[in-house]
């Protein structure tokens, strides 16, 4: 069964948080914990905590042993711009310097197994 949690409008680039996701997407949930709480990149403590509500919904909403977990999608989408203020361009003009916010969406199912690069599915 797959199961998902996400964050919506977090503040960050979603070109830096796309790194983290990438990383973790077809590992096992304890290994991508183990490499996001070691990473260095802002956007992994962000990932961490999604990845995390997403095995408490499957432990607390449905039963799911967490154990054998697996990261079947993460993806970092853009979220909508905030502009914030003004920077003096050539020529007189104003550049306006834009906060890019994410929706980071993470889904974590117990029918399939990890791999390296993807995932693929146990047989039946």
Known sequence: MQ???LARGVRMSPQKA???????????????LAFLDTSPKAASEV??????????????????NTDGMVVVTATADK?????RRFRPRARGQAGVIEKKTTHITVVV???IEPTRRG???KPA
């Open 18 to 32: 796309r790194l983290v996701v990438d990383a973790i997407r077809g590992r096992a949930a304890v290994e991508a």
């Open 109 to 111: 199912s117990n029918d």
């Open 79 to 83: 979220g909508p711009t905030l502009p």
């Open 119 to 121: 995932y693929k599915r």
């Open 3 to 5: 199961v998902r949690a």
């Open 47 to 64: 990932v961490a905590k999604i990845l995390r509500s997403a095995l408490a919904n499957a432990a607390n909403n449905f039963s799911l």
